[in-house]
């Protein structure tokens, strides 16, 4: 299976539906998001344009959008809202996420998961902790401050790659 992780897309519905083509494309069939969505005109739109399955996590731009991000959540059946963060079972693959680069150092330090995502800097990064923990910002897909990019897992194969939007 093919997941996409993406973060930081601060309403930028320009870049989330050059992202949608291309997950579609690709055979995506779930997206992490690990927060600062913005609005639940935002998780709307991400809904209609990818019909897999859509795993949220707040950020901190989203503290004034929580009720509209809820309410959108709530209505769309192939979105599942986690709040601060979230843990996931697919494949025999345990992963958690959250938006925080602090509790995603915490959730892989307790060695419960294989992956863990999160976002908040918008810079893309990978490392692997000596418990073998993958630790992984898929950077902003909103195009903040950096380069837009977003994360793919492959749960057969086991690779993961980070991809810079306005290279594909």
């Known amino acids: 299976m093919r997941l996409a992780i993406i ?10 539906e050059k992202f949608a083509i291309w997950a579609a494309k690709n055979q995506i069939e779930r997206i992490i998001h ?3 969505i913005a609005s639940g005109e935002t998780v709307e739109f991400l809904a209609k344009k990818f019909s897999g399955d859509i795993y949220l996590a707040y950020g901190n731009m989203d503290a004034n959008y929580r009720d509209d991000i809820y309410l959108a959540s709530d209505n769309l059946p192939n979105v599942h809202l986690f709040g601060d963060e979230g843990e996931l079972e697919i494949d025999g693959i345990k992963i958690a996420f959250c938006h925080f680069p602090e509790r995603a150092k915490e959730l892989a330090a307790t060695g419960k998961y294989n992956l863990v995502f999160y976002g908040h800097t918008h810079k893309p990064w990978m490392e692997t902790l000596p418990s073998g923990c993958q630790l992984v910002n898929p950077g902003t897909l909103g195009g903040v401050f950096q380069k837009a990019a977003f994360a793919v897992f492959d749960t ?3 690779k993961l790659e980070l991809k810079i939007l306005e290279l594909l």
């Not at 973060?7 to 989330?16: G, R, V």
Request: glycine residues 6%; negative net charge.
């Open 156 to 158: 057969a194969t086991k």
């Open 7 to 16: 973060s930081d897309t601060h309403d930028n519905l320009a870049n989330l």
């Open 34 to 36: 690990c927060g600062d």
